[in-house]
């Protein structure tokens, strides 16, 4: 048997020998930044499959294992499905491009670099301008865990309010919308859209993107029938969002997409 203290979760197979994916772990801090870079090309890529794009808008980053003040970030005016390893920028705090050719999207600047720079902790974070993320975000509510999916974000989302549909391009609305960032993983800007943040990859980050985007569809669907939705209990929300609702089973999500993309996308690492 495995050594159950080592196990992060009850999806880890108890039976050894099985094919089960791993975290991985890296020999130099060159080879974790390819790692990152890749994955954050993967979860461009996965954005477009979604059908996430809407111009020049939605911005994903996540933070140099080296340089932890500095991020990587697609660039600005790419499409999703365009994004690769050649084109990512590097970019500071400040906004400033240090490493790349594109530039940056200054709504993305603005919000995600407050994010990073008031939370050391949160790794990678995603944005973009979805259909029903941005129409249940008019609501101003929070999602109500009307399934085992969405359960995985109760009491673990915010419905943020500060600078509810205003364009984010001044830097003094990036700490309003930062202060929420604590101790949850997703976050509902009001007449907005959606946000969510990782402590642990950026394959976390948005596979819970593309998981509370899909929730909202949901809970709009059932809304649309006009009966009310029977509820799952807070008592079986908690438990289900304990072992379904955590960092690492968002980073497990994002491997089949991953494995998927490697197969039929090799353009992602040119």
Known sequence: MLDKTKRISIYQPEQPGLIFPEIPEFKSVDQERTHRKQRLVAACRAFAL?????????????????????????????????????????????????????????AGFVLHAAVHEAHPDIMAMCHAH???GTAFAALGRPLEPISQDAAA????????????????????????????????????????????????????????????????????????????????????????????????IGWLHFQPIWDHLVRTQPDMFA
């Not at 365009?82 to 594109?102: A, F």
């Not at 202060?179 to 402590?199: C, E, M, P, Y």
Request: charged share 25%; with cysteine.
């Open 50 to 106: 979604e059908g996430f794009d809407y111009g020049f808008a939605g911005h994903l980053t996540v933070r140099d294992p080296e340089h932890p003040e500095l991020y990587w970030t697609n660039p600005m005016a790419v499409h999703f499905a365009q994004v690769n390893l050649s084109n990512l920028i590097l970019v500071d705090h400040d906004g400033r491009v240090r490493e790349g050719d594109y530039a940056v999207n200054r």
């Open 130 to 132: 979805t259909v029903y």
């Open 153 to 248: 974000f109760f009491e673990d989302h915010v419905v943020i309010k500060s600078e509810a549909g205003q364009v984010a391009v001044e830097q003094k609305a990036g700490p309003k919308v930062a202060d929420w960032f604590k101790d949850v993983k997703a976050a509902i800007h009001q007449n907005h859209g959606l946000l969510t943040a990782s402590r642990h990859s950026i394959e976390s980050a948005a596979f819970w993107f593309i998981a509370l985007e899909r929730c909202c569809r949901q809970q709009l669907l059932v809304e649309a029938t006009g009966t009310k939705p029977v509820l799952v209990s807070e008592q079986r929300s908690r438990y289900s969002r304990e072992h379904v609702g955590s960092d690492y």
